[in-house]
């Protein structure tokens, strides 16, 4: 069952790892309206571990006020992740999302992420262990294939027989990275294939990416964001069109973020090297906001101190 598109939009904040923890969601949600939910980077695979409290830091509810949060799971083994599904169930979470879909070549060669999409009966397998036994919803997030978008086309199909809350799509093969274009036609044939809700993700960087998106696709209306509101937190708000702000205005909000988190990275991180870690990953996206200031970027990757960066993002939101 295909969503309706009378609603208004629903938008997820994608994962990033190393980058949208708890913090970062809540400064981001703070400062700029229009998502109505993140997805958690996923949960590293810990076998039999109880997962306590330290482990689940990023997912606790106490850390994530105010943010609807999906946590997201890697594991592959049934009975693995049937625990820590169990245990996230125990802290009160009602749905989670399980990860088919990360790229990293570290990640797919141990057959998680989109490493497992080519082995289409594993999935199924897990599924068929988990399902029965799970009291919380389950939805997916994966990609188009890993070497080949026909195996997601295998897949759908069987997926067919699970009560998934929904399947979120990166319209991306797995062996691309974020490198190339997207498929939008290769979407649109998962959509032909299979009765599940979809969430369309993959580089929507503007508005206007959006709009030709919502044309192609007017039955869709759950849409996942991640580097789009990297590069423009505003984006949200754009797409539902509840911002009215002026460039001004806009840039005034940009540094209000900026600024608290760089001061709450300041008393959480453990040294000038891991803040501006942070930050640098931040600004290689953020820099699309500032028209014309690209040649800082080099400049802000160059730094290697709290002080020569804070007068280079000075140069950038200077008039």
């Known amino acids: ?96 999302n399980w990860n088919l879909g990360c790229p990293a070549p570290m990640i797919a060669k141990k057959k998680r992420g989109s490493g497992l999409l080519p082995y289409p009966d594993e999935i199924i397998e897990l599924l068929e262990y988990v399902i029965p036994r799970l009291d919380i919803e389950l939805s997916i997030k994966t990609r188009l294939g890993y070497y080949e978008q026909a195996e997601i086309e295998a897949l759908l199909p069987r997926l067919n027989d699970f009560p998934l809350k929904e399947i979120i799509i990166h319209a991306r093969l797995g062996k691309q990275l974020y490198t190339g274009v997207t498929s939008p036609d290769g979407f649109q044939k998962c959509l032909t294939i299979s009765d599940h809700t979809f969430t369309y993700n993959g580089d929507i960087n503007d508005l206007s990416i959006y709009t030709a998106l919502k044309q192609t696709f007017p039955e869709i209306n759950r849409w996942m964001i991640g580097r789009g509101a990297l590069g423009n937190p505003l984006i949200a708000e754009e797409i539902k069109g509840i911002c009215t702000d002026s460039d001004e205005q806009k840039k005034v909000r940009l540094q209000g973020f900026h600024d608290e988190l760089l001061s709450r990275y300041k008393t959480r991180l453990s040294g000038p090297s891991h803040i501006l870690g942070r930050l640098k990953q931040l600004w290689a996206h953020m820099i699309t906001s500032f028209p014309g200031k690209e040649k800082l970027l080099k400049k802000i990757l160059k730094t290697r101190t709290l002080e020569s960066y804070q007068l280079v993002v000075d140069q950038i939101f200077s008039a």
Do not use: C
């Open 1 to 96: 069952m295909h969503t309706t598109p009378s609603a208004p939009p629903y938008i997820y904040l994608a994962p990033i790892r190393g980058l949208t923890d708890a913090l970062f969601r809540e400064v981001l949600f703070k400062h700029f309206a229009g998502f109505d939910a993140a997805v958690a980077p996923f949960i590293n695979p810990q076998g039999a571990s109880k997962y306590e409290d330290k482990m689940l830091y990023d997912v606790l509810h106490k850390n994530n006020q105010g943010v609807e949060l999906i946590p997201q799971l890697l594991n592959t083994k049934p009975i693995h992740f049937l625990g820590l599904a169990q245990r996230l169930a125990g802290i009160g979470y009602t749905h989670i």
